[in-house]
């Protein structure tokens, strides 16, 4: 491992490394992480273009099939770029909370739009007009996941405002499968506010590891292609509680 970067910021403590390994394959791979060995991107330094995680390849995926017309798309949170530059073709706003996050994704992993906003995603996408976004996108993460005022009845609320009438949020979530009770929790309120909402895994080895999970919402059903979703499956959250904003 060569490491190339590490800095604490006001918000995160970010390393990033080079390394010939990757999931078990061998090649030349830059890496962008978080405290805790929390990998937040990856890059295929010699073939740049590959999505490396598979969460990115089945949430375009669903974006594709479900709204094969799309074009704008709200995401929170940037990492190093990786859905945003896959899909150059659409027109993206992106929210982050770190500028240095942007700054090393330019520097380290050459994004190079200049669609990136920096500031809490929350409140960002509350001064958007409505009726504005296809997709509205969830991808931030803190050490204790994903922050409660991006899954809260509240935020579900200021997003469907946000999106059009055929429009959908996706979350990238962690989770220990379908009876975790933040999941369940998520998806119960996402369900009171989208008549459609399906939750996807990546399945793990053991019962109590992470996993990770794609909860999506919209007002019509709901479709995909199972050979095309990077392994994950559909699960069946059971029902938990309604996540409130803090007082």
Known sequence: MNVLYKELTAHHDISIYDTDTFSDEKGIFRILEFSN?????????ERPDRILFEYPRAMIHLMQVNSPSFERVFLIGHGIGTIASHLKEKRFTVAELDEHVVALSRRYFGY????????????????????????ILVDAFTEKGTPLPLTS??????VQEKL??????????????????LLTAIHT????????VKAYALPSEGRRDLQ?????????????????????VEIEPGYGHILMDEA
């Open 112 to 135: 190079n739009q200049d669609n990136v906003h920096i500031g809490d995603g929350r409140q960002l996408l509350t001064n958007e007009p409505p009726d504005t976004y296809d997709y």
């Open 37 to 45: 060995q929390a990998m937040q991107g990856a890059m295929d330094l």
């Open 164 to 181: 059009d009438a055929e429009g959908a949020i996706l979350l990238n979530l962690t989770g220990k499968g379908a009876h975790d009770p």
């Open 212 to 232: 990770n999970m794609i909860l999506m919402g919209q007002n019509k059903p709901i479709t995909c292609q199972m050979r095309h979703m990077a392994g994950f």
């Open 189 to 196: 309120t996402l369900s009171e506010v989208f008549n459609y």
């Open 153 to 158: 009845l509240t935020f579900f609320q200021i």
